[in-house]
T-cell receptor, first 113, second 115 residues
Framework: ETGVTQSPTHLIKTRGQQVTLRCSSQ?????VSWYQQALGQGPQFIFQ???????GRGNFPPRFSGLQFPNYSSELNVNALELDDSALYLC????????????FGQGTRLTVV | GQQLNQSPQSMFIQEGEDVSMNCTSS?????WLWYKQDPGEGPVLLIA?????ELTSNGRLTAQFGITRKDSFLNISASIPSDVGIYFC???????????????FGKGTLLTVNP
């Protein structure tokens, strides 16, 4: 059984640029969530995808968008990057159907300069 | 919105000692999860709790889901150096008619174990 994998592991972007982060969910998991973790803080929920549609969103602006593909993998896109977007971006997958545990990838460290 | 208060923020203990940390919430949750995160890595699930009052163990780790559904604690017995890391509690509550299971995290407890 493969775990959650994210790419790239590290990324440096310039303010104003756009970035795409990728996530492959754990085998058998069809729901993917994205979290932003600033330094010294707990992860903050960005949004969740199920059946290729956004299925709930946290307090993040529209320049944070995502996609889910038929194989349940997902992308997080951030437009017009700001310095405060520098953080660890985490992807978590869960199997559908009730209260179940979320399993996280290793994250993508994004630095905006 | 839902907020989690996790305490203590940090702990410095000697190897072999027991550790206790807890989380309280302003809202009820129907699931409590405890994660450990090493530097530069994603959180790793330690224990999941699904029922109020539930007490669950995973090796040297024991966690409980509070009766009020607004709190949870995690105990680590006989700590060892590899227990070092940041421990997060997370509450889960379905929204939008049960179609969304976002996690709300505490700010973490940094544990340092002196050999």
């Amino acid at each position: 059984e493969t775990g959650v994998t994210q790419s790239p592991t590290h990324l440096i972007k310039t303010r104003g640029q756009q970035v795409t982060l990728r996530c492959s969910s754990q085998s058998g998991h069809n729901t993917v969530s994205w979290y932003q973790q600033a330094l010294g803080q707990g992860p903050q929920f960005i949004f969740q995808y199920y059946r290729e549609e956004e299925n709930g969103r946290g307090n993040f602006p529209p320049r944070f968008s995502g996609l889910q593909f038929p194989n349940y993998s997902s992308e997080l896109n951030v437009n017009a990057l700001e310095l405060d977007d520098s953080a660890l971006y985490l992807c978590a997958s869960t199997p559908r159907g009730g209260n179940t545990e979320a399993f996280f990838g290793q994250g993508t460290r994004l630095t905006v300069v | 919105g839902q907020q989690l208060n996790q305490s203590p923020q940090s702990m410095f203990i000697q190897e072999g000692e027991d550790v206790s940390m807890n989380c309280t919430s302003s809202s009820i949750f129907n699931t409590w999860l405890w994660y450990k995160q090493d530097p530069g890595e994603g959180p790793v699930l330690l224990i999941a709790l699904y029922k109020a009052g539930e007490l669950t163990s995973n090796g040297r780790l024991t966690a409980q889901f509070g009766i009020t559904r607004k709190d949870s604690f995690l105990n680590i017995s006989a700590s060892i150096p590899s227990d070092v890391g940041i421990y997060f509690c997370a509450g889960q509550w379905p929204e939008s008619g049960g179609s969304n299971y976002k996690l709300t995290f505490g700010k973490g407890t940094l544990l340092t174990v002196n050999p």
